[in-house]
């Protein structure tokens, strides 16, 4: 298995464009996490879906963050317009019972 | 509020010594508890963890210690190594399969 997938690896991008992060969880795993890591707050949660639904978005910090699982293979979180504080390294994670299996990220620039 | 915290960013030790790195967590309904490891452009890589029904669980060279009554865990890496240079995050779920809240995380420098 290769793992989470996440795509693109980089993205820059300028203030007020829409960026659309992607995601493919391990086959089998019921559970995705999207996360951001910053220096300031750490690895934070910002949503998590089970069996593609929507379980806890309470980490989306506003209206211009989205995410979407339309299968169990395929995820999309949205950011829509971007803000230079949105900059940041986004995390994927899918997870079998007990432990998650993080992709390699995708770094975001907002200029 | 952080449910989970690290309060060391950063230590270091010399190689073949003991690291051990701490985490406090507040929230006391917290029954599963992880470590994970990090190292540059990669994604966090899961390390070892325990449930709150054991205070010891050891894999190879680390260990981690729970301390349910103080809401501390900590993990030993003994000997330490080069390789073992990364980030650490600490992370504690309420049960197995739910949502993981992680701290900050700690940079272990691995001296030579």
């Known amino acids: ?111 | 509020d952080q449910q989970v915290k690290q309060n060391s960013p950063s230590l270091s030790v010399q190689e073949g010594r003991i690291s051990i790195l701490n985490c406090d967590y507040t929230n006391s309904m917290f029954d599963y508890f992880l470590w994970y490891k990090k190292y540059p452009a990669e994604g966090p890589t899961f390390l070892i963890s325990i449930s709150s029904i054991k205070d010891k669980n050891e894999d190879g060279r680390f260990t981690v210690f729970l301390n349910k009554s103080a809401k501390h865990l900590s993990l030993h890496i003994v000997p330490s190594q080069p390789g073992d240079s990364a980030v650490y995050f600490c992370a504690a779920s309420v049960y197995v399969d739910d949502k993981i809240i992680f701290g900050k995380g700690t940079r272990l420098h691995i001296l030579p």
């Open chain 1, 1 to 111: 298995d290769a793992g989470v997938i996440q795509s693109p690896r980089h993205e820059v991008t300028e203030m007020g464009q829409e960026v659309t992060l992607r995601c493919k969880p391990i086959s089998g795993h019921n559970s995705l996490f999207w996360y951001r890591q910053t220096m300031m707050r750490g690895l934070e949660l910002l949503i998590y879906f089970n069996n593609n639904v929507p379980i806890d978005d309470s980490g989306m910090p506003e209206d211009r963050f989205s995410a979407k699982m339309p299968n169990a293979s395929f995820s999309t979180l949205k950011i829509q317009p971007s803000e230079p504080r949105d900059s940041a390294v986004y995390f994927c994670a899918s997870s079998s019972p007990g432990e998650q299996f993080f992709g390699p990220g995708t770094r975001l620039t907002v200029l």
